[in-house]
């Protein structure tokens, strides 16, 4: 079963990554070519695009295969919530466009501003549902580590050398 949770930890660590850089394109080309605006969008925005850089390096370091990168499920939600504020930050910004129902995300493939905005919108919404379920994978994988370990600890059997203690 761990080769169960670690392929599916590596997909939604790609889907994190992927979704990450997405948004992080679209917000910072907008804050490229937005540059005398009021400054409190650009701290909104800026805020969006630290989240999807944090997220980048967070996907990318906890991409590499090993055991521990499951025990980081306390920061996995904690990147969520940040991406479920980034989300209602787009959506706050959105509505200042007449670009239709936040949730309405079929013409995202248009090459224009109402577009790109839920196309950010949708993948930021993606991105935090992501983090959610690897926090969540992470929650199953220690609490499910932690209940065999301490079977195995009070089963009667003895350990052989060089094993590791369960206490």
Known sequence: MPVVSRLVSIVLRV???ICA????????????????IDPWPQARWIYTEVVAGLSIILGLIWLIPFSSSFFSWPFDIVISLAWFAAFGILVDAIHKFSCGSIWHWGGITHNNSCSRWKAAEAFSFI????????????????FRVRRSTTDAAYTGRRRGFFRRSAV
């Open 21 to 36: 850089a997405v948004v992080a394109g679209i917000i910072g080309h907008y804050l490229a070519s937005f540059n005398d």
């Open 15 to 17: 889907a994190e990554i």
């Open 127 to 142: 991105s935090a549902i992501v983090w959610l379920v690897s926090g969540i994978v992470g929650i199953w994988f220690t």
